[in-house]
């Protein structure tokens, strides 16, 4: 089956403009995951929804970062008012339940702001 | 606050030879991943480690993992270019999954 697509592939943006970028899980999938990927900062944990819902936003690094998750499927994270700092590969995962053996990664959304 | 260390962070290998890369996390944790990552690509599941003393093998890697040393190990048998890639572990503490990533370790198989 399809495995976790993540929409745009590349986003090139203007400082100080919103972005959203998109994540779909595979179906079925409940948990989701979001992740940072930056040469600075390694691999960061953002966010977790289980279901619609989002028990763990610590990772989020401002409030200008958020999240959400409909039907308990796609997912959109929106950067507002991007900065240089945002500029990193954004990943999503999903898994078919919490504590699940395996998380599985998209090919990420690469951001770059100007 | 859980860290996650690998070591080392470049590995430069002949074809042929074995080798170990180490990841050592600072809370205790018995599930734990190895991932790979290739140039521009996302992250490829390896192994998921759920216990101590859990051994998994794949063709040329093998991982293990020690809960009471915090530690787990991936090693290379007989390396060949086609292992060349970035190799992370990540620890899971908490009960719905969240990772906690080491450094990466960046591996280079020559001729």
């Known amino acids: 089956g399809a495995g976790v697509s993540q929409s745009p592939s590349n986003k090139v943006t203007e400082k100080g403009k919103d972005v959203e970028l998109r994540c779909d899980p595979i179906?079925?999938?409940?948990?989701l995951y979001w992740y940072r990927q930056s040469l600075g900062q390694g691999l960061e944990f953002l966010i977790y929804?289980?279901?619609?819902?989002?028990?763990?936003k610590s990772g989020l690094p401002s409030d200008r970062f958020s999240a959400e998750r409909t039907g308990g499927s796609v997912s959109t994270l929106t950067i507002q008012r991007t900065q240089q700092e945002d500029s990193a590969v954004y990943l999503c995962?999903?898994?078919?339940?919490?504590?699940?053996?395996?998380?599985?990664f998209g090919p990420g959304t690469r951001l770059t702001v100007l | 606050e859980l860290k996650v260390e690998q070591n080392p962070l470049f590995l430069s290998m002949q074809e042929g030879k074995n080798y170990t890369i180490y990841c050592n996390y600072s809370?205790?944790?018995?599930?734990l991943y190895w991932y790979r990552q290739d140039p521009g690509k996302s992250l490829e599941s390896l192994f998921v480690?759920?216990?101590?003393?859990a051994v998994k093998q794949e063709g040329r890697l093998m991982a293990s993992l020690d809960t009471k040393a915090r530690l787990s190990t991936l090693h290379i048998t007989a390396a060949v270019h086609d292992l060349s890639a970035t190799y992370f572990c990540?620890?899971?503490?908490?009960?719905?999954?969240?990772?906690?990533f080491g450094q990466g370790t960046i591996l280079t198989v020559h001729p």
């Open positions: 929804f289980q279901g619609n819902s989002a028990p763990d």
């Open positions: 990540a620890v899971v503490l908490t009960s719905y999954g969240k990772l906690t």
């Open positions: 480690l759920l216990s101590n003393g």
């Open positions: 995962a999903s898994s078919p339940r919490i504590l699940a053996a395996m998380q599985y």
């Open positions: 179906s079925g999938h409940t948990a």
């Open positions: 809370t205790t944790s018995d599930r």
